[in-house]
Structure formats: C-alpha cells, structure tokens
Nanobody
Framework: QVQLVESGGGLVRPGGSLRLSCALSGSIATIYNMGWYRQVPGKQRELVAI???????KYVESVQGRFTTSTDDFKNTLYLQMNSLKPEDTAVYYC????????????????????WGQGTQVTVSS
C-alpha cells in the first residue's frame, strides 16, 4: 500500500523559511507527477506546486519565486522549500502523488490514482 508521510511544518516568522518533506513508500510502479497543495479552514484546497517525472515544475502565482519543489534522485522524497514566508501562506500543506501501483500479480494497476499525505500545519506569524 502506498503511503505519503509529510514532515517539516511549524511556526515561523514572516520572512522566514521552512522546508517540507514528503516520504513516499510502498509498491509504486510509475509516478506521473507529484505536488503540494494547501488548505485553510473554509476554503477549497489549492494547488501550490507540481513537479513532473521529467523535473518540470509549475507554481501558483502567489508563491512564484519564493517556493521551490524538488525530489531526490530516486523520487522517494518530495520537498517544498518555502522562503520569504508571508502570513497568507498559513495553511495545512498536503503532498500528493499521481501514480500506479505494482499489483499482487506483478503487473501495474490502471488507471493511475491520486495519493495524499496526512497534512502538516504551517503557521506564519510574528
């Protein structure tokens, strides 16, 4: 079973930095893309950043130039480096992966599914 476990959230002052990590484990066959979302109470979950298996990235305009997403060489860990944090970045951050699994018969599941981490709180406040 695929699991995504996030870490690295916390309280930081405006202008500060945090790095979130998301560890992927399980019987993963093919990862198509991974991303970070955030959600504040009463609002819809928002896509923050996405990275393809080829390494191309896209960001929501509000974090462009401040946030950077990346993976390790084996794509087992997804990162979100957040710099110049603002109070409006306060939210619960979730990592997500769009992937297929290795089945019990040794094949590949289809179609790909979305898997989510449990979320980590980021609070930007003085």
């Amino acid at each position: 079973q695929v699991q995504l476990v996030e870490s690295g959230g916390g309280l930081v002052r405006p202008g500060g930095s945090l790095r979130l990590s998301c560890a992927l484990s399980g019987s993963i066959a093919t990862i198509y893309n991974m991303g970070w979302y955030r959600q504040v109470p009463g609002k819809q979950r928002e896509l923050v950043a996405i990275i393809s298996t080829g390494g191309s990235t896209k960001y929501v305009e509000s974090v462009q130039g401040r946030f950077t997403t990346s993976t390790d060489d084996f794509k087992n860990t997804l990162y979100l480096q957040m710099n110049s944090l603002k109070p409006e970045d306060t939210a619960v951050y979730y990592c997500s992966a769009h992937l297929t699994e290795i089945t019990s018969f040794g094949g590949e599941s289809w179609p790909p599914n979305d898997y989510w981490g449990q979320g980590t709180q980021v609070t930007v406040s003085s």
